[in-house]
């Protein structure tokens, strides 16, 4: 009997070497799309809103920030935050700000596209929803960015309080273009505007600030301690300080004419939850020079045009993380099998997927309505944007960490790996709602304009009005709200504490129905019938659910699938 060689013998029995890691059952990259054709909501939104928009330019920038490109940056950015250089090599202060390249190129792009500039540059009835459509496709891929695109937007209204500020800045404020160099801004073609309000004695309540303002000639020389500072980078600053007549807004340039570089003292970067590629800085003023805007004693006044501006904007970036989170969560179900069928065939996942469906786009059409109604400066309009905003304002943003959840939660493990983009989106969505007043601030802010400007409940119930004998649930929702804001009304302008106490108590409860029954007469006005009465039906009916995919049954789950 012969015997194989034992090194025959082993190979034979030995298994044959396998492939472990064949890459099977996952959804394709997300990339090189448009991402203004797949959004059904933004584009309805658009024809309704702002019909004179270019869409050849809207789907320019839907493939540029849907590309591999951009959304590599995106993930650069934020992997690589910004970086303060207090000091050069040599010991002098320089309080400069170092931004991975990536930032350079997103926000390049943005401002070039006219995110920040075009409802200014090509004023019309619908400049402001153009501008903000422009505006949400950047911000849904990369939301950082967005925050000195938006003060530099935002800052225009209150700039014009002054004729000779407004004829030097107004100009580079408004240009298309980028230029980050750290020179007198005489220099420049465009700028970018940050914004110093708030200190950590005082916070929202601006008027316990402490900083000080001191006349020197054409300007004043401000001293103090600002505990958040958005955009330390940018070329100015509109900054409340006090002086004799009280809190008053000045125009503060962190390089002064002839290229010396004003006392703005950055302390330190801080270190946020999400928002990471955006730098937010403490900072301090040592006898900086700064320039009065409109009139001393009026600061409040003069600065809340640019804080109404950024409170839209807040709407808008929560609406764009909706609809990535949405976008995100549909194409992982459409690409991913389990139990038997691709997920998106699945009844439970199909239900959620339709009901993150429905949220963005109540998000979209009520975004993209807000920023319509202020191309309207007609009476009716202005009061009902006064209420309008805030209320959208809270409730929206609101809204945005939960719905991004629901999405991670559709990838499962994936989704909460930072190799994807919805963990980055759930830490981003938060701050929406913390920034330019937080959820009671936005409350007690909306109680203040219904005791001091009552007709602005007249609008706002006017336009819900709109809305009735559409659905029955809406109907019944409205006659309960119309009773509430009565109540509420009596109450606010009556004097009496206890009444209104009584009322700041509730008022969470008044302002949700207030937005609910807003974005349903939104949507009845501008969006397909099956969104709009789904909508109605899920958020205002007795059977609405509390989590996502909890829908009613007459819900057309099918039809909101097919737009995510």
């Given at each position: 009997?012969?015997?194989?060689p034992?090194?025959r013998?082993?190979?034979?029995?030995?298994p044959?070497p396998?492939a472990?890691?064949?890459?099977f059952?996952?959804?394709p990259?997300?990339?090189?799309?448009?991402?203004?054709?797949?959004?059904?909501?933004l584009?309805?939104a658009v024809?309704a809103?702002?019909p004179?928009?270019?869409?050849?330019?809207l789907?320019?920038i839907?493939g540029?920030?849907g590309?591999a490109?951009f959304?590599?940056?995106?993930?650069?950015?934020?992997?690589?935050?910004?970086e303060?250089?207090?000091?050069d090599e040599w010991?002098?202060r320089?309080?400069?700000?170092?931004?991975?390249?990536?930032?350079?190129?997103i926000i390049g792009e943005?401002?070039?596209?006219?995110a920040?500039s075009?409802?200014?540059?090509?004023?019309g009835p619908?400049?402001?929803?153009d501008r903000?459509?422009?505006f949400m496709?950047?911000?849904?891929?990369?939301p950082?960015?967005?925050?000195?695109?938006?003060?530099t937007?935002?800052?225009?209204?209150?700039?014009?309080a002054d004729?000779g500020?407004?004829?030097?800045w107004?100009?580079?404020?408004?240009?298309s273009?980028?230029?980050?160099?750290?020179?007198?801004?005489?220099?420049?073609?465009?700028?970018t505007?940050?914004?110093a309000?708030?200190e950590?004695?005082?916070?929202?309540?601006v008027?316990?600030?402490t900083?000080?303002?001191?006349?020197?000639g054409?300007?004043?020389l401000?001293?103090?301690?600002k505990?958040?500072?958005?955009a330390?980078q940018?070329?100015?600053f509109?900054?409340?300080?006090?002086?004799e007549q009280?809190?008053?807004c000045f125009?503060?340039p962190r390089i002064?004419?002839?290229?010396?570089?004003n006392?703005?003292?950055?302390?330190?970067?801080k270190?946020?939850?999400?928002?990471?590629?955006?730098?937010?800085?403490?900072?301090e003023f040592?006898?900086?020079?700064?320039w009065l805007?409109g009139?001393?004693?009026k600061?409040v006044?003069?600065?809340?045009?640019?804080v109404?501006q950024?409170r839209?904007?807040c709407?808008?970036g929560?609406?764009?993380g909706?609809?990535?989170?949405?976008?995100e969560?549909?194409w992982h179900?459409?690409g991913?099998a389990a139990f038997?069928a691709?997920l998106?065939d699945?009844p439970l996942?199909?239900?959620?997927?339709?009901?993150?469906q429905l949220?963005?786009?109540a998000?979209?059409?009520t975004?993209?309505?807000?920023?319509a109604?202020?191309?309207?400066?007609?009476?009716?309009?202005?009061?009902?944007r006064r209420?309008a905003?805030?209320?959208g304002?809270?409730?929206i943003c609101?809204?945005?960490?939960e719905?991004?959840?629901?999405?991670?939660?559709c990838?499962?493990?994936n989704?909460?790996?930072?190799a994807f983009?919805?963990a980055?989106?759930?830490r981003?969505q938060?701050?929406m709602?913390v920034?330019?007043?937080?959820g009671?601030v936005?409350?007690l802010d909306?109680?203040?304009a219904l005791?001091?400007?009552?007709?602005?409940?007249?609008a706002?119930?006017?336009?819900?009005?709109?809305a009735?004998?559409r659905?029955?649930?809406?109907d019944?929702a409205?006659?309960g709200?119309?009773?509430?804001l009565?109540?509420s009304?009596?109450?606010v302008t009556s004097?009496?504490?206890?009444r209104i106490?009584?009322?700041?108590?509730s008022?969470?409860v008044?302002?949700?129905?207030?937005?609910l029954?807003?974005?349903s007469?939104?949507?009845f006005?501008?969006a397909?019938?099956?969104?709009?009465?789904?909508?109605?039906?899920?958020?205002?009916?007795?059977d609405?659910?509390?989590?996502y995919?909890?829908?009613?049954?007459d819900?057309d789950?099918?039809?909101?699938?097919?737009?995510?």
């Amino acid at each position: 009997m012969s015997h194989a060689p034992a090194s025959r013998l082993e190979s034979e029995t030995q298994p044959a070497p396998s492939a472990t890691h064949t890459v099977f059952n996952q959804a394709p990259p997300r990339r090189d799309i448009n991402e203004f054709a797949l959004n059904t909501a933004l584009r309805e939104a658009v024809d309704a809103y702002a019909p004179t928009a270019s869409t050849v330019e809207l789907n320019r920038i839907g493939g540029l920030v849907g590309s591999a490109d951009f959304i590599n940056d995106a993930r650069l950015a934020n992997e690589h935050g910004p970086e303060l250089k207090t000091h050069d090599e040599w010991g002098n202060r320089v309080d400069e700000v170092e931004f991975h390249p990536a930032y350079h190129r997103i926000i390049g792009e943005a401002l070039r596209s006219g995110a920040h500039s075009h409802a200014w540059n090509q004023p019309g009835p619908s400049a402001n929803a153009d501008r903000a459509a422009r505006f949400m496709l950047f911000s849904q891929i990369e939301p950082g960015h967005a925050c000195p695109v938006s003060m530099t937007h935002a800052v225009i209204p209150s700039l014009r309080a002054d004729v000779g500020l407004a004829e030097f800045w107004l100009p580079k404020a408004t240009a298309s273009d980028y230029d980050p160099r750290r020179v007198d801004p005489a220099e420049k073609s465009a700028v970018t505007f940050g914004m110093a309000m708030t200190e950590k004695q005082g916070g929202s309540d601006v008027r316990a600030n402490t900083t000080r303002a001191i006349p020197n000639g054409d300007h004043c020389l401000i001293t103090g301690h600002k505990w958040f500072c958005s955009a330390p980078q940018s070329d100015a600053f509109l900054v409340l300080a006090h002086l004799e007549q009280g809190l008053s807004c000045f125009v503060v340039p962190r390089i002064l004419p002839g290229g010396g570089l004003n006392s703005v003292r950055i302390q330190r970067l801080k270190d946020k939850l999400g928002n990471k590629s955006n730098a937010s800085s403490e900072i301090e003023f040592d006898s900086a020079a700064g320039w009065l805007l409109g009139q001393p004693g009026k600061g409040v006044r003069t600065i809340i045009e640019m804080v109404s501006q950024t409170r839209l904007d807040c709407v808008l970036g929560s609406a764009a993380g909706m609809r990535q989170s949405v976008a995100e969560a549909a194409w992982h179900a459409r690409g991913r099998a389990a139990f038997g069928a691709t997920l998106i065939d699945q009844p439970l996942m199909r239900a959620v997927i339709a009901d993150l469906q429905l949220e963005s786009e109540a998000a979209t059409f009520t975004a993209m309505h807000l920023a319509a109604v202020h191309d309207d400066d007609g009476t009716d309009a202005v009061d009902f944007r006064r209420l309008a905003t805030a209320v959208g304002k809270y409730w929206i943003c609101k809204r945005g960490p939960e719905h991004a959840y629901e999405a991670l939660e559709c990838l499962g493990g994936n989704g909460y790996t930072e190799a994807f983009p919805l963990a980055r989106r759930y830490r981003e969505q938060p701050v929406m709602a913390v920034w330019e007043g937080s959820g009671n601030v936005i409350v007690l802010d909306v109680l203040r304009a219904l005791g001091r400007e009552p007709r602005t409940a007249k609008a706002f119930l006017g336009f819900l009005e709109t809305a009735l004998g559409r659905h029955r649930d809406f109907d019944a929702a409205y006659e309960g709200l119309a009773g509430s804001l009565h109540t509420s009304l009596e109450a606010v302008t009556s004097g009496d504490p206890a009444r209104i106490a009584g009322i700041q108590r509730s008022g969470r409860v008044l302002v949700e129905k207030m937005a609910l029954l807003m974005q349903s007469a939104i949507l009845f006005d501008s969006a397909p019938a099956e969104v709009a009465a789904g909508f109605a039906s899920a958020r205002l009916g007795p059977d609405r659910g509390r989590e996502y995919g909890a829908l009613p049954d007459d819900v057309d789950i099918d039809f909101l699938v097919e737009r995510a």
